[in-house]
């Protein structure tokens, strides 16, 4: 006999079914969009600090980087993982994403000031947005095993939040010493399945539940964060007009040219392909979670990549510093790195071309830090061009490729 108390119907009124869409929904599009104005934001604050003069200001913005990067990152991930669970059809789902939405709207126009007089606001909004689901849906799944899992990552949530809130009412060091152990707080304790005494603890398989479906998610956030690089450089290029030279305009076509380079090898054919690998994985689980981490490797260099395009906008024929070359070369590296573990998950191999490409990265930083920063993304492109020729020319060579995710897709 089905079960038909209460708390039960509701849940499953929530949660996905069989038929419900693969596919992401207006609402998901909308948080994205947002998403990539805070990816936006975090650049436009990274750029003047990174691109000064001041070498302890500079790897002190890297730093300050990564620690904002991670929370407007955890936000989306958390989100994809909830959606492929709940029906995003759902009234109170789509009431979710928009709230979480205007959350992280707040963390992208307070990024730039975070560690400044705007701490507080970024530091409330991420977790509250994190507490407030987390218990909605605790209370709302009830009876459901699924409660269990958002209990015990409220409880985790609650702990991280003491650290974000007590970054936010310090200052200086001291406010990133606590959103480093914030930061530390909210990723351990999911990578250990959100132990709680007497709950237990079980790290979330949603990936073996929704391959498809997340796979989806994170190729849509990849490609859109591709166009917040052109937004970045065509905004600082735009706000430059009457006064942009040659080296500017060049580099407008060397922004463009790397983000089509970016794209087509993410595409051809891992890119494509992921979903398929991981619905076809023994361990559907472990496959997607390296996945994931590959995109957020990806995503990062991505950010690196714009803020390296943004300096070359804004400061054409300076010497390079060794951190601008750790941002016009070291993104277009940290892409590759990321997109090699990608396709060690799709293919049980990685092809030895993007090492090469990534070696290729660094060393050219070595001649290239008396040069324009022109120079180094001239490169750039040049090393990422050879690497997307070889893929076609591989592609050519074996049209017919299928996944094989059976091997371990780490190690």
Do not use: C
């Not at 939405?101 to 990024?111: K, P, R, S």
């Not at 917040?228 to 305009?249: K, P």
């Amino acid at each position: 006999m089905a079960d038909r108390r209460p708390g039960r119907e509701h849940a499953v009124e929530l949660l996905r079914g069989r038929e419900s869409a693969q596919q992401a929904t207006y609402v998901e599009l909308f948080f994205d969009l947002v998403m990539v104005f805070a990816l936006n934001r975090l650049v436009a604050y990274a750029s003047p600090t990174v691109g000064g003069e001041v070498a302890a200001a500079r790897y002190a913005a890297i730093g300050r980087i990564l620690l904002l990067f991670a929370p407007l990152m955890w936000l989306w991930i958390i989100t994809a993982y909830i959606t492929a669970r709940i029906e995003p059809q759902v009234g109170r789902s789509q009431r979710m994403m928009v709230l979480t939405a205007f959350a992280l709207l707040v963390m992208g126009v307070t990024v730039p000031h975070a560690f400044d007089d705007t701490g507080l606001t970024f530091a409330v909004a991420y977790v509250l947005a994190q507490v407030s689901r987390a218990a909605v849906f605790g209370y709302a799944l009830r009876r459901h095993a699924l409660a269990r899992l958002s209990l015990r990552a409220l409880v985790w949530f609650l702990i991280a939040g003491v650290f974000w809130i007590g970054g936010a009412l310090s200052s200086g060091e001291d406010k990133a010493a606590w959103w480093l152990a914030a930061v530390v707080v909210d990723l351990g304790s999911a990578w250990q399945g959100w132990p709680v005494p007497g709950m237990g603890r079980d790290r979330p398989s949603v990936w073996a539940m929704a391959p498809h479906y997340l796979a989806d998610r994170f190729q849509q956030l990849l490609l859109i964060a591709l166009g917040e690089t052109i937004l970045a450089v065509g905004v600082t290029y735009a706000s430059g007009l009457g006064r942009v030279g040659g080296y500017q305009s060049i580099g407008l076509l060397v922004a463009f040219i790397t983000t089509v380079l970016l794209w087509r090898i993410y595409f051809h054919k891992a890119g494509q392909l992921f979903g398929d690998a991981i619905a076809e994985a023994r361990d559907r689980a472990r496959a997607g979670n390296f996945a994931g981490f590959a995109h957020v490797v990806m995503i990062l260099g991505i950010v690196a990549t714009a803020i390296g395009h943004d300096i070359v906008q804004t400061h054409p024929v300076d010497y390079s510093h060794p951190g601008w070359l750790l941002m016009i070369l070291g993104g277009p590296a940290g892409y590759l790195a990321g997109r090699a573990a990608l396709e060690r998950v799709v293919f049980s191999r990685a092809s030895p071309y993007r090492w090469l490409g990534i070696l290729a990265l660094l060393l050219a930083a070595i001649p290239l830090t008396r040069t324009p920063p022109l120079v180094p993304a001239i490169t750039a492109v040049v090393i990422l061009a050879g690497i997307a020729a070889i893929d076609t020319r591989r592609s050519a060579l074996h049209p017919d490729e299928k996944p094989r995710p059976n091997d371990r897709p780490i190690g």
